[in-house]
């Protein structure tokens, strides 16, 4: 376990709030440097007046609410609407009141100098997880790895993928994704190359020494899968499946809910539950 993992929600949150403070100070300090303005002494209070409309904007956004570990490029775009309003309310508050007199170009540097440090803040946290994650996975003895085969290139397997990544106890080794789609074939997805068709499964399972496939298509029909399956079983590999097409639209996908092939998968629909209790009801009447 990391040290970030460690550390609590509350203790996160108050952490993130800090770093932001001291970048505030250092982002508005730099930018009368950068324009060689005098330093407003008589001012002081302009600092906690950043730092104040700045964290009630992070917290009107939710950042502080974010796993920055699990970020995305949503999050990083709402970030940067945080900044950007915090800065326009500053902005207004100042000239509204008119309160001081300094160049406008001040709050533009400090606007920039923000998404630049605070954003870079951030990506460093999600930097520093992933680093750590690659430590723990190269730990891991070869011998001890699972080489795993994703049949699916798209969002789900993209997924699926990228979360094994992040788990390194899982002791999965992806060698790559297989995909129908011929505009796949060669690409990378997450450093994972697209190695080729379903059609192609066997020889791929043998020249890699696979030894576990996931089917990632959650929207494949019951044809699709159970051709999926004879493939994997002709090559005697172990095959498990993800989750339904709802659950991906939801965003529940994880290693976590990786599971057998079901009867269900095959049909393409739920199993009809048989009421036997009721039928031997029905036969006994009959038979008085």
């Given at each position: 376990m990391s040290l970030v993992d460690k550390i609590t929600p509350k203790q996160r949150k108050l952490l993130l709030i800090l770093a932001d403070s001291i970048v505030t100070v250092f982002t508005l300090?730099?930018?009368?440097?950068?324009?060689?303005?005098?330093?407003?002494?008589?001012?002081?209070?302009?600092?906690?007046?950043?730092?104040?409309?700045?964290?009630?904007?992070f917290k009107n956004y939710g950042v502080y609410m974010f796993l920055w570990r699990y970020a995305s490029i949503k999050e990083t775009v709402i970030l940067a609407k945080a900044i950007t309003?915090?800065?326009?309310?500053?902005?207004?508050?100042?000239?509204?009141?008119?309160?001081?007199?300094?160049?406008e170009s001040i709050l533009f540097i400090e606007w920039a100098l923000a998404i630049i440090f605070i954003g870079g803040s951030r990506i460093c946290l999600r930097l520093y997880r992933d680093y750590i994650v690659s430590i723990s996975i190269k730990k891991?003895?070869?011998?001890?790895?699972v080489k795993v085969l994703i049949i699916g290139a798209g969002d789900a397997g993209a997924?699926?993928?990228r979360e094994i990544q992040k788990v390194a106890s899982l002791k999965y080794n992806i060698v790559g994704f297989i995909d129908d789609e011929e505009t796949k074939l060669g690409q990378y997805i997450h450093q994972i190359p697209v190695l080729g068709t379903?059609?192609?499964?066997?020889?791929i399972v043998v020249k890699n020494n696979i030894k576990e496939a996931i089917i990632?298509?959650?929207?494949?029909?019951?044809?699709?899968?159970?051709n999926i399956m004879e493939l994997c079983e002709r090559t005697k590999i172990k095959f498990k499946t993800t989750p339904g097409l709802y659950d991906i639209i939801g965003g529940k996908v994880s290693v976590n809910q990786l599971r057998e092939v079901r009867i269900e998968d095959l049909l393409g629909r739920k199993v009809v539950q048989t009421d036997l209790s009721s039928i031997s009801k029905y036969l006994s009447i009959s038979i008085v």
């Open positions: 300090y730099i930018s009368f440097l950068i324009i060689q303005a005098p330093m407003l002494t008589g001012h002081k209070w302009l600092f906690p007046l950043f730092i104040l409309i700045r964290i009630i904007a309003l915090s800065s326009l309310l500053i902005m207004s508050s100042l000239f509204i009141t008119k309160s001081i007199d300094f160049p891991i003895k070869k011998e001890d790895q997924m699926i993928a379903t059609k192609e499964v066997s020889d990632a298509i959650p929207s494949a029909n019951g044809k699709a899968i159970r």
